[in-house]
């Protein structure tokens, strides 16, 4: 199956300091990439859809100058989230979505982010 | 109401057993359901992708939606130790639509040797 590679995997940081997050799919050009949050035992939620060359759509609730997502390319889309605060550590994942045979859903191995 | 309704488990069962995963929605919209395996710390991994009502076997996981019931299975035959992770479902309104896909809590499987 198609491959996306999210990275980095795991990070700390101080609260206040910005973190970026990087999704990439790898052999499929992503028209759409979406980033979620999923907190522990919970399930995953949407935060914003990305497509390349827009500007991301971001969910109710989501504030979108706390997580700035860039889409540069067919193949890169970047999560910034700005001065993280400890309310933000959670584990991230990014999804991206191709056309055709790739039309279905394949999704990034997560990010957690522990902000101290 | 959520959406979309899964028990989270944990649900502990011997190697080689048949395990049988659900799920219940409410948005008679539905119409593509999925679902996803979870390992922890890790990113969700397609297992079965359905349309509308019906079964679809793959392997040893054979996924069952029954629209009228609004209720959706994933079984799992001759299950092994590897296959103990969270599973997810998700479910969309309309092919291609993963900005409406939405997922059930996940249930935790452990298949104990």
């Known amino acids: 199956g198609a491959v996306v590679s999210q990275h980095p995997s795991w990070v700390i940081c101080k609260s206040g300091t910005s973190v970026k997050i990087e999704c990439r799919s790898l052999d499929f050009q992503a028209t759409t990439m979406f980033w979620y949050r999923q907190f522990p035992k919970q399930s995953l939620m949407l935060m914003a859809t990305s497509n390349e060359g827009s500007k991301a759509t971001y969910e109710q609730g989501v504030e979108k100058d706390k997580f700035l997502i860039n889409h540069a390319s067919l193949t890169l889309s970047t999560l910034t989230v700005t001065s993280a605060h400890p309310e933000d550590s959670s584990f991230y994942i990014c999804?991206?979505?191709?056309?055709?045979?790739?039309?279905?859903?394949?999704f990034g191995s997560g990010t957690q982010l522990s902000v101290l | 109401q959520k959406e979309v309704e899964q028990d989270p488990g944990p649900l502990s069962v011997p190697e080689g057993a048949i395990v049988s995963l659900n799920c219940t929605y409410s948005n008679s919209a539905f119409q593509y359901f999925m679902w996803y395996r979870q390992y922890s710390r890790k990113g969700p991994e397609l297992l079965m992708y359905?349309?509308?009502?019906g079964n679809k076997e793959d392997g040893r996981f054979t996924a069952q939606v029954d629209k009228s019931s609004k209720y959706i299975s994933l079984f799992i035959r001759d299950s092994q130790p590897s296959d103990s992770a969270t599973y997810l479902c998700?479910?969309?309104?309309?092919?291609?639509?993963?900005?409406?896909?939405?997922f059930g809590a996940g249930t935790r499987l452990a298949v104990h040797p």
């Open positions: 998700a479910m969309s309104p309309f092919s291609g639509g993963y900005n409406k896909l939405i």
């Open positions: 359905t349309y509308s009502s």
């Open positions: 999804s991206a979505m191709g056309a055709g045979a790739n039309e279905k859903l394949f």
